[in-house]
């Protein structure tokens, strides 16, 4: 290989590169849009398909009855306002609403629960014990609140209440940990809110992950190792065919 075809080669690679941060960057300007534009419709996040013709893009909200409302006046303004923004020709981009099913399980939704109930002025404490019992409540695993800024005094400091399983590490957090963050201007200063929820083992994956852990274990009968045997030692059928 000459001097060339490498320095061929590694500038593809860097063009690659580019082109994964720059969808990370856009990724991370729709999703703060969309949390701006539907805070009263209970964003809790969306999922980004650049490489499809049109580019999806489906907004998982809590209560979407607001965007479809006006014969779909918002999602037309979110469109045009993406296209004209990423300078992207007109119909290149969808936007599909999906409703949130399980409120009590989606970490952004009780972030933004627990901001608003803090404007509201109810004591912390009673926020945090109501966010974590409504979300064991809902079937989860683990929970997690941590409230960090000016609780009490000109000190800040954090206040973190956890109840259940909680998983910070291992590539098994990408499937049972969900995460959502928020934060609140008061008098006293800006708060922090970051919600952690672990979420349970569940095939159908409507309350919990379908992706099972690798450290559960599964203790079969006596009857189902004896069926499993069977069906282990059972001889394959073979096909025969009769030709003239």
Do not use: C, W
Not at 13 to 42: C, P, R
Not at 52 to 63: A, D, H, M, N, V
Not at 153 to 166: P, T
């Amino acid at each position: 290989m000459t001097q060339i075809e490498r320095r061929e080669k590694r500038y593809e690679a860097m063009a690659d590169d580019l082109a994964i941060v720059n969808q990370g960057l856009i990724y991370t300007e729709l999703n703060e849009m969309f949390s701006k534009f539907m805070e009263n419709d209970g964003y809790a996040g969306m999922d980004y398909k650049p490489y499809t013709s049109p580019i999806e893009i489906t907004l998982k909200l809590g209560k979407p009855s607001g965007m479809l409302e006006d014969n779909k006046l918002r999602i037309k303004q979110l469109i045009s306002l993406i296209q004209m923004r990423f300078r992207l020709e007109e119909g290149s981009v969808s936007i599909f609403i999906e409703q949130v099913k399980n409120r009590a399980l989606n970490a952004q939704i009780q972030a933004d629960l627990i901001k608003e109930k803090l404007g509201a002025g109810i004591p912390v404490r009673r926020v945090v014990s109501g966010a974590i019992r409504t979300i064991m409540e809902g079937g989860a695993s683990g929970a997690e609140v941590i409230i960090s800024g000016k609780l009490k005094g000109q000190r800040a400091r954090s206040y973190k209440v956890s109840e259940g399983i909680l998983k910070h590490s291992g590539n098994s957090t990408k499937d049972y940990v969900k995460k959502g963050m928020s934060s609140i201007l008061l008098k006293q200063g800006i708060l922090g809110i970051k919600v952690g929820i672990t979420l349970k083992y569940d095939p159908t994956g409507k309350v919990g992950t379908p992706v099972q852990h690798p450290s559960n274990v599964t203790i079969f009968s006596q009857e189902e190792l004896e069926q499993m045997r069977k069906v282990k030692t059972a001889k394959p059928v073979k096909a025969y065919s009769h030709s003239k």
